[in-house]
């Protein structure tokens, strides 16, 4: 990674749920593994838990990572806190993954996963805010309604739209609403690219891990490139 990032520096590349390729997703482990690397930023999931806890994890339960069927939003964080992830790893908060962004200085791409009331988005604000390093993070989501309400409390603050289709409609609403893109690498075209950037709407690009395709996209002249690391 370190010769791909070196080689374009104008795409900024973004460690997807920490580095998969060499450790677990979502773990505190590979979040510092990534962040000894020369990525613009490391890329996460939030949740709450039943009590208002926020969790880092990817999925809404932990059948796939825990082996245990439980939701997120149903379940104490006194009782996530004490199950491992494949039988290693702790589920990481939220405050954590801030620490270890703002130590190494990587931006931080925060995908709120489900849908959030404006109760629960200003609380990921506040706590965001106790660290100082609101001005490092770019949110992320596929719910537009987290976005909008996102944007109704930060007026100015860096906002992408997730989706795998790009239409009208999409382009209506990063207009209207000033947001970035972030968009299944299948999609992204030279027209695409030129087309946002014509509008001042940056595009990023996930989950890229080949290398020929990482340097097309490069080459295109894509802003954001998300990668698990080749």
Request: hydrophobic share 40%; with cysteine.
């Given at each position: ?82 199950l491992k992830l494949k039988d290693t790893y702790k589920i990481p908060l939220l405050d954590a993954y ?48 987290n976005l909008v309400q996102l944007k109704s409390i930060l007026k ?75």
């Amino acid at each position: 990674m370190k010769t791909m990032i070196k080689k374009y520096p104008n795409t900024k590349f973004i460690a997807h749920r920490g580095l998969p390729s060499k450790v677990l997703e979502n773990t505190l482990e590979g979040f510092k593994k990534a962040a000894k690397l020369p990525f613009f930023g490391i890329e996460t999931d939030i949740h709450l838990t039943l009590d208002q806890v926020a969790i880092i994890h990817h999925d809404d339960n932990l059948i796939r990572l825990a082996n245990i069927d439980l939701n997120i939003n149903e379940t104490s964080y006194e009782v996530l806190s004490t199950l491992k992830l494949k039988d290693t790893y702790k589920i990481p908060l939220l405050d954590a993954y801030i620490d270890i962004c703002k130590t190494y200085h990587k931006e931080a791409i925060i995908e709120l996963k489900p849908k959030f009331s404006l109760d629960q988005i200003k609380f990921f604000i506040e706590k965001i805010e106790a660290h100082d390093y609101l001005d490092h993070v770019i949110f992320i989501s596929f719910h537009r309604e987290n976005l909008v309400q996102l944007k109704s409390i930060l007026k100015i603050c860096n906002i992408q739209i997730l989706t795998d289709t790009f239409d009208e409609d999409i382009f209506n609403f990063l207009i209207k609403h000033r947001f970035d893109l972030s968009i299944h690498h299948s999609q992204v075209t030279k027209d695409l690219i030129n087309l946002l950037h014509k509008n001042d709407i940056k595009i990023s690009t996930w989950t890229v891990n080949d290398k020929v395709l990482m340097e097309s996209l490069a080459k295109l002249g894509i802003d954001y490139i998300t990668t698990d690391g080749i």
